[in-house]
């Protein structure tokens, strides 16, 4: 016996989020049937208002609900320095650290040899049309993954012949981490980043 | 910096789901963000359409889009046994056996003396009801916890003076079990209902 069509329909449609599996999405639709109709009507209506207004800043890639994003139509950052990262979340990462106020450049992946992207799939174009001689330092924030590291590298090839610092974000130990715990590459890049105390 | 309004609602929405956290509901947020437009428009749909056509069978408390579940709609099914369940959760566990052929009656929760819980606020007295002369055997199946248990017992007080048997599911080692990591109240229960070889 299978359960009722909407109820089949609403628990596909839980599978599609992520980590979200059969059982996950049947406790799901059990919440919803529990929920008052205001409280459905609401989620529905975000679901739609959600895809209507939100879109990416036409200046960095950010997300936002206008053609720039908080960050770029600010004009008391500081417009010398470009964080580049992968996603919108890096974004609201670094944000939280409340210690960056330059501007960022969302590149919406990596390349990725395997998967077969290129520098045409991503924002990459638009970043070079950013350099003007008003920036100084281009801070690459990819992640350090092999794809991240990839990307890194061929942004900072690109920029070479440009009037502008190209730095890369540190890799190390993890802040209250332990030697003992980390894989050969953290410990490696620790190493290779050692400072003079 | 925060995100953008939309994108806080749809997460505040995401916060409801049982087992949703911050970082789950951000994670849900950006995966609905890479969806096609008509495919949120189906999962907002489907929230809609699910609120709007799920209710409870009118005979046994299970869920349905009818007055009627199909279980309670086929004659076919033995008429003569009826399974007590908490949850329609339960009912559909059982279904998933094809093993029992009988009807339901599905509570919507147990007695519960530390959440104030009556059998007013269950779907009991309609349980007494369907049992006509046609019924022979009631089947408790609530869950073997405490609550569980309570609402078992009390069921059998109640129907002590009609004209039915009641029996109560087996509880014990779970195939596959080991003695070794059974709780006691399991092995308890398993060395109470042995049967002869």
Redesign the interface.
């Known amino acids: 016996?299978a359960?009722?069509?909407?109820?089949e329909?609403?628990m596909?449609?839980f599978k599609?989020?992520?980590?979200i599996g059969n059982k996950?999405a049947?406790?799901?639709?059990?919440?919803?049937?529990d929920?008052e109709?205001d409280?459905?009507?609401?989620?529905?209506?975000?679901?739609?208002?959600?895809?209507?207004?939100?879109r990416y800043c036409e200046t960095c890639g950010n997300?936002?609900?206008s053609e720039q994003c908080?960050?770029c139509a600010n004009k008391e950052r500081d417009q010398s320095t470009i964080c580049v990262v992968e996603?919108?979340?890096d974004v609201?990462a670094m944000?939280k650290l409340k210690e960056y106020h330059g501007l960022y450049h969302v590149l919406g992946g990596t390349i990725s040899i395997m998967n077969g992207i290129t520098m045409d799939d991503l924002n990459i174009h638009s970043l070079f049309d950013r350099i003007t001689d008003e920036v100084k330092e281009v801070i690459i924030a990819t992640n350090p993954t092999s794809d991240g590291e990839t990307t890194a590298l061929f942004l900072a090839r690109l920029l070479a012949n440009r009037n502008v610092e190209v730095t890369r974000i540190a890799h190390g130990l993890p802040v209250g981490g332990s030697l003992d715990y980390a894989d050969e590459m953290t410990l490696l890049k620790s190493l290779e980043g050692r400072k003079k105390l």
Chains 1, 2 share one sequence.
């Open positions: 016996m359960y009722p069509e909407s109820f329909e609403l596909a449609c599609m989020l992520p980590g996950g049947e406790r799901m639709t059990y919440r919803i049937m929920m109709e409280q459905v009507q609401r989620f529905a209506e975000a679901l739609t208002q959600f895809k209507k207004r939100i997300i936002c609900e908080d960050i996603t919108p979340k609201f944000e």
